[in-house]
Nanobody
Framework: QVQLVESGGGLVQAGGSLRLSCAAS????????MGWYRQGPGKLRELVAD???????YYADSVKGRFTISRDNAKNTVYLQMNSLKPEDTAVYYC??????????????WGQGTQVTVSS
């Protein structure tokens, strides 16, 4: 089992920045991947960015060049630095960890979400 706790959301004006944090309850060193998803009002949940165990990253086209995902294995934490925020970035942001073990197979774990609101 893995517990994830997000923080760092809030209200910001367009063009501003926020940094989201996702703290895991145990070491993330061996996690297959950690990612940030978001769900805007009336929209489906979508992948924003993820980072694999080898360090490779993925970004949705809508956030490329503005968002940066990073991980600090020593702190068991993944970050999402969000710059040049737009009103369309308004959503609840969720952290997800993908963990594979020989006994449990592949499992995904979600945090509770943190609200990001960007005003125009």
């Amino acid at each position: 089992q893995v517990q994830l706790v997000e923080s760092g959301g809030g209200l910001v004006q367009a063009g501003g920045s926020l940094r989201l944090s996702c703290a895991a309850s145990r070491s993330i060193f061996s996690f297959n991947a950690m990612g940030w998803y978001r769900q805007g009002p009336g929209k489906l949940r979508e992948l924003v960015a993820d980072i694999r165990s080898g360090g490779n990253t993925y970004y949705a086209d809508s956030v490329k060049g503005r968002f940066t995902i990073s991980r600090d294995n020593a702190k068991n934490t993944v970050y999402l630095q969000m710059n040049s925020l737009k009103p369309e970035d308004t959503a609840v942001y969720y952290c997800k960890a993908v963990v594979a073990t020989s006994t449990l197979g592949v499992n995904g774990y979600w945090g509770q979400g943190t609200q990001v609101t960007v005003s125009s």
